[in-house]
């Protein structure tokens, strides 16, 4: 038993490391398969403007993911939203990811403490492929994340 847990957690941490869901059609259909799993539940509506993308890297596509569903986790646990919106499109050779939510917003100042990583590690995400992240809020008016992120590098 505890040899079969051991492994039922390895592949799921291997699977947390590089998604399978990038192993398909490619990153805007998983990201379009990701907002399917939140569409719906809670009450949250989902919209998607998802281009295909350039020819990006490994790296940038699983890095766009992560911050993806970091983004999307934020909006639909923490910021009470009724509608989320994921738009990717590029820029040249730049991917830009946006993940737009009209929850509560919040304090950026407090984004930082202790024991809250999400923004975080989407910013040093963005700043391990070359990329940056920007993140607009106020209390009571919804968030907008925004990472920009080479193609290739």
């Given at each position: 038993?505890?040899?079969?847990?051991?492994?039922?957690?390895?592949?799921?941490?291997?699977?947390?490391?590089?998604?399978?869901?990038?192993?398909?059609?490619?990153?805007?259909?998983?990201?379009?398969?990701?907002?399917?799993?939140?569409?719906?539940?809670?009450?949250?509506?989902?919209?998607?403007?998802?281009?295909?993308?350039?020819?990006?890297?490994?790296?940038?596509?699983?890095?766009?993911?992560?911050i993806?569903?970091?983004?999307l986790?934020?909006?639909?646990?923490?910021?009470?939203a009724?509608?989320?919106?994921?738009?990717?499109?590029?820029?040249?050779?730049?991917?830009?990811?946006?993940?737009v939510?009209?929850?509560?917003?919040?304090?950026?100042?407090?984004?930082?403490?202790?024991?809250?990583?999400?923004?975080?590690?989407?910013?040093?995400?963005?700043?391990?492929?070359?990329?940056?992240?920007?993140?607009?809020?106020?209390?009571?008016?919804?968030?907008r994340?925004?990472?920009?992120?080479?193609?290739?590098?």
């Amino acid at each position: 038993r505890a040899a079969t847990a051991g492994l039922a957690e390895t592949r799921r941490l291997i699977l947390e490391l590089r998604p399978e869901a990038l192993s398909g059609r490619g990153l805007a259909d998983a990201l379009g398969r990701l907002l399917e799993t939140v569409d719906g539940t809670g009450g949250v509506r989902t919209a998607a403007d998802l281009a295909p993308e350039t020819a990006a890297t490994a790296e940038v596509r699983q890095t766009l993911y992560r911050i993806a569903q970091e983004a999307l986790q934020n909006a639909t646990r923490h910021a009470g939203a009724g509608t989320v919106t994921m738009r990717l499109y590029h820029d040249g050779a730049t991917l830009i990811l946006e993940v737009v939510d009209d929850g509560g917003g919040f304090d950026p100042s407090a984004a930082d403490q202790p024991g809250r990583l999400g923004l975080r590690s989407m910013r040093e995400r963005a700043d391990a492929v070359g990329g940056r992240l920007a993140v607009r809020t106020d209390p009571g008016h919804g968030t907008r994340v925004r990472a920009y992120l080479p193609a290739g590098r």
